[in-house]
């Protein structure tokens, strides 16, 4: 069994201030962990995936194996980063599986 | 992205009634799916279909009904409305390749009364 979790529903910073969005994981074999993002009233858009170890709009996010983690981060929050996150994770048979998301509130 | 678009972006329904959300995407994508949204459930996946002909359950398939005849469709049907079907309704589709994301539509707000 595939299994996402984002310990927080609710995170709020203000701007400027580091960020980091928590998710864990839990897969017997090689996961493919991407997060998605959701602005308000739109469609879910891929932010990252672990494979590319880019960093889109200033955020990155790191697979850790031993802690079966892959924290999402960004140095200086801005307040259009405000939006649902959603870690997911991908095992064999192409299914995503979707964590519960975190709502981030950049304040000014 | 326009490739797949999802109908009706509403629709009000009532209870009992059998409703189908449709989704179509360009891509010729092999894998399509369907999540609903809810508060504090987050995602949670319906159906998926890896091919024409193919299709399987996911985590919450009772009350739902899919078909594939073609590739680009994947319609999810509700058969007989309840108010806990009431949620947003995603579609996605994604290639068959390593690291390949899934790609959204618009989804479908669906209200049972």
């Known amino acids: 069994a595939q299994r996402v979790t984002q310990p927080e529903k609710l995170l709020s910073v203000f701007k400027g201030a580091p960020v980091e969005l928590k998710c864990n994981y839990s897969y017997s074999g090689s996961p493919e962990l991407f997060w998605y993002v959701q602005y308000s009233r739109q469609r879910l858009q891929l932010l990252l995936r672990h494979i590319s170890r880019e960093s889109i709009k200033g955020f990155t996010a790191d697979l850790n194996k031993g802690e079966t983690s892959f924290h999402l981060k960004k140095p200086f929050a801005q307040e259009e980063d405000s939006a649902m996150y959603y870690c997911a994770l991908r095992g064999s048979n192409y299914k995503l599986t979707f964590g519960k998301g975190t709502l981030l509130t950049v304040n000014p | 992205d326009a490739g797949i678009t999802q109908s009706p972006r509403y629709k009000i329904t009532e209870t009992g009634r059998q409703v189908t959300l449709m989704c179509h995407q360009t891509?010729?994508?092999?894998?399509m799916f369907w999540y609903r949204q809810d508060l504090g459930h987050g995602l949670r996946l319906i159906y998926y279909s890896a091919a024409a002909d193919i299709t399987d359950k996911g985590e919450v398939p009772d009350g739902y009904v899919v078909s594939r005849s073609k590739t680009e469709n994947f319609p999810l049907t509700l058969e007989s409305a309840t108010r806990s079907q009431t949620s947003v309704y995603f579609c996605?589709?994604?290639?068959?390749?390593?690291?390949?994301?899934?790609?959204f539509g618009n989804g479908t707000r669906l209200t049972v009364t």
């Open positions: 996605a589709s994604s290639e068959t390749v390593s690291g390949s994301p899934l790609h």
């Open positions: 891509w010729s994508h092999s894998y």
